[in-house]
């Protein structure tokens, strides 16, 4: 009984904290992961620091993107949860981001070969072919390759064929 009773106090704490963003902080000292040595936010940052027009798919909270050094002139963000695209546009909106709620399916809100650069952290479904539309010709995709449990999907960076 004692398993049961200490299952049922840290689902209880579980439901109670907030699951906005990725703030996974009262996880400290519970749950560990392997960050990759490479650092997506530095190499985003990097790729950023380049172009003069990105987007941002599936931002979650925007604590990623809010930790890059500089944004481009251009940057936008979407984001399908409505407690994350309130947390995104608060925590973007300062650095000149503006942040659209989509629901993370075809089409993306925005026009024809308006980005430079396409970023997604943690895509859940990846539309390859709004992606392609909304890149410039020469224009990237950039996304971290996943795990074991991720290798369903491509990783890296897919460069779209200039015209």
Known sequence: MGCMREFEELVA????VSVEGWDFSWLEGRATEE???????????ERLARVGAALD????????????????????????????????????????AVVVADADEPPLPFGDAAFDLVTSRHPVTVWWEEIARVLRPGGTYF???????QCFRAGGVLPRAAA
């Open 57 to 96: 798919i599936q931002t979650g909270g925007g604590e990623v993107l809010a930790g890059v050094p500089k944004v481009p002139p251009v940057m936008a963000a979407t984001e399908s949860w409505p407690p994350n695209v309130a947390k995104a546009t608060a925590l973007l909106h300062p650095l000149g």
């Open 35 to 45: 960050r990759p040595s490479w650092g997506y936010q530095r190499a985003m940052g």
């Open 13 to 16: 704490e579980a439901e109670a």
């Open 143 to 149: 996304l971290p390759t996943g795990g074991a449990g």
